[in-house]
C-alpha cells in the first residue's frame, strides 16, 4: 500500500512534536550522520508490525495488547505514542476488498496510539480527516455532520479499518542491515528479511513444475542485473548443493559463499525482492552502502526505482553516494539531532538544504576531489548556446548543476589559469575547481589563413603552450591530462558562426531586435533592411555577426549609413548577445547542428562529461 506522508510522535527519539515527512517518491532516503535517528522510522514500524500481526477484526478500532517499555518513549517519559499515515490516492482496490472509502476518492489516513500506562494500542482509521470510529467504538456515517452508529455489516465503511490495516501492515518489510544467507537466523518473521532463508526461497522457485517460467525469468533477470552492477558479465545462475552459484563470462564460477560480502548482499536482495516483484512492498533497507562500492550501491537503487516500481523503498544511509542521483522519483531527508536529543527530518529540497546535508556527514568537496566537469566559456551567451546543443545531443540526460556546471573566464582573464601546480603561485590551477574541465573559446580569427595558422589570442596561445608542456611531462598510470583537461577552440570566428544563416537571420530581425531608427528628436532617421532574403544576407564563417547585421541596413530612402551609424547599429546587437541566443536557442533543432564540426564537437564534449 503506497504512503504519502507520515507523522511520528513520542516514539524514542521523536519528540511530542513529532516528525512529518511528506511528499514520499518511489525512493525515500532517509541521510544523516550516526545516532540521528535516522533508523527510528523503521523500527517504528517494525514494532507496529509485530504487534499487529494477528487476525484483525471488522467492525470495530483495532485494540492490541501490548508490552511497551519506556524505553522506547520519548526521553523514557512513558508518552503516549501516535502516528498518522496518509495514504496515497493511487492504492488500487479489487471488488472482493469491500472497501467503502477508497483512497482515490477520499482523504484517508491511518491512525494508531500506543499508551505504555495501560499497555494497549489502538488502530484506527481516517477519512477526511475525521476517525471512522469514536471512542464509543460508534462508527460515522456522515462526516459532514458527525453522525456515528452501532457498527453492523450493512454500514458504510464496517471493513474498512481491517482492510486497510491489513494491506498496510502485510506490505511492510524491513531488511537486516547484516544479511547473509548462510547466517543462523532466530528470526521467524515472515516479512523480516535477513538472507538466512533466501536458498531455500529459491529452491521452491527451481523446483515448482507448475510455473517452470518463474524460475527462468528470475534467472534471466537476476543476470542482467548482476552483470550491470558488476561491470562483468554473468552467463549463468543456479542451485547446486544449497548454495547458489554464479558463473561468470571469464569462465570462472563462485558459490554465493565464495563471494564477497557485499555481492551476496546484492544476490540475496535482488532475489527476495524479484519473488515479490508483483506485490506493493514498503521496504525499509538500512545501509545499503556497507560493504558496497558506491557505484554498486548507486546501479542498485537505480534498479529499485526502474525495475522494482510497485515497491516503495526507505533507504537509511549516512552515505553521499546516491545524492547525485536525484529525479522527481527520488526524495531525500535529512535527520538531525537537536541539542536536547530530539531528533528532526527535513526534506531536501533546495541547494542549501543539499549543501547542509553533506557539512552534516562530514563531505567536503576536496575528498572527492570535485567530481563534475566545470566548461569554462568566455561568457553568458556561450552558456545557453552550448546547454541547448548538449541537451540536444544527449536527449537531456545530462543536467547543468549535476553532470557539469559553467565558469567564465571573460576573455583575458584565462592568461591567470594554468594546469596542475604553478611553480612561481602566480597562477590558478583549473583542476582545483573541478575534477574535470572542458574550456570553450573562440578563435576571433578573422579569415582562414589565421585560423589554418593558429593565430590565436596571445592568452589563449600561452594556456595551449601549458597544456602541452603538462601532457608532455606528466601522466597518470592509464591517464594523461587530456583525460581531464581538453580545450575547443571555435572552428569559425566565435561560437555564434556555428549558428546556421537562416535561423539568425530571422532572430535578428524579428521583432525586438530590428532596428528602425536611428538617432533621436529632429536627426532621427528611419531604417530597413536591404533586402528581406536571407540568401543576400552575407555572415560567413569569419564574420562577427553584429558587424554583418549591422551592414544589412540601409536609410529608408534607400541611401548607405554612415560606418558610426554602422558601428551604432552594431553596438545595439552586440549589448544583446544573451537575448539573442535565448531566443535562438528556444528554436534550435539538431537539424541546424550540421556547421561546421558543431556535431562532432557536441559529440566529444558529451563523451568527456559522461566519461
Known sequence: MKIDSIKLCGWRSYDLNGVCISGLKSINLLIGPNNSGKSNLSR?????????????????????????????????????????????????????????????????????????????????????????????????????????????????????????????????????????????SNNKQSYYFDGAKIIEELDKLRVDRATPSNWAGYKKQIKIWLTEILSEEV???????????IEFESGLSFSLDQQGTGVSQIVMLLSHLWINKDVILNVFLEEPEANLHPEAVVKLVNIFEKQLTNHRFFITTHSPSLIDCLNENWAVYRTIKSQNGASSISKNDNIIKYYETLDSLGVKASQILQANTVLWVEG?????????????????????????????????????????????????????????????????????????NDTLKSYLTSMLDRLKVVDTNIEGLDSSIKDYVKVWITKGREIENYICKELFFDTLTSKGFKRESIGKGNNRKMLELKSGNTSDFNFGKFDAFDKAIADFYQYQNGDPID??????????????????????????????????????????LIEFIRK
Open 380 to 452: 553568458p551567451s556561450d552558456r545557453i548556446y552550448l546547454k541547448k546543443w548538449i541537451d540536444i545531443y544527449s536527449d537531456a540526460e545530462l543536467k547543468e548543476g549535476k553532470d557539469y556546471s559553467f565558469l567564465y573566464f571573460g576573455g583575458t582573464n584565462l592568461s591567470s589559469f594554468t594546469v596542475l601546480d604553478d611553480i612561481d603561485n602566480n597562477l590558478i590551477n583549473i583542476l582545483s575547481t573541478s575534477r574535470k574541465a572542458y574550456l570553450i573559446a573562440d578563435s576571433d580569427c578573422s579569415s582562414q589563413e589565421y585560423r589554418n
Open 563 to 604: 560606418r558610426l551609424t554602422s558601428d551604432n547599429i552594431a553596438l545595439s546587437y552586440a549589448n544583446k548577445k544573451v537575448q539573442i541566443a535565448k531566443s535562438i536557442s528556444g528554436k534550435f533543432h539538431k537539424s541546424n547542428c550540421s556547421v561546421f564540426d558543431l556535431e562532432d564537437r557536441i559529440k566529444d
Open 44 to 184: 517504528y514500524f517494525n514494532y507496529l508490525k509485530g504487534i499487529a500481526s494477528k487476525d484483525l477484526y471488522s467492525g470495530t478500532v483495532i485494540s492490541v495488547a501490548t508490552e511497551l517499555d519506556e524505553s522506547q518513549t520519548w526521553c523514557w517519559k512513558k508518552n503516549k505514542i501516535s502516528c498518522e499515515i496518509s495514504l496515497s490516492n493511487d492504492n488500487i482496490f479489487i471488488e472482493n476488498d469491500k472497501v467503502f472509502y477508497k483512497a482515490d476518492k477520499y482523504k484517508v489516513s491511518l491512525n494508531c496510539h500506543h499508551d505504555i500506562n495501560s499497555n494497549r494500542s489502538i488502530l484506527n482509521l481516517k477519512v477526511n480527516d475525521k476517525p471512522i470510529f469514536n471512542d464509543e467504538n460508534l462508527i460515522c456515517t456522515d462526516f459532514k455532520n458527525d453522525i456515528f452508529v452501532d457498527p453492523i455489516d450493512d454500514v458504510n465503511g464496517f471493513h474498512d479499518n481491517k482492510l486497510y490495516w491489513t494491506k498496510f501492515l502485510s506490505s511492510l518489510v524491513f531488511v537486516d542491515p547484516i544479511r547473509h544467507h548462510s547466517r543462523n
Open 235 to 245: 552467463t549463468n545462475i543456479d542451485i547446486l548443493e544449497k548454495d547458489l552459484s
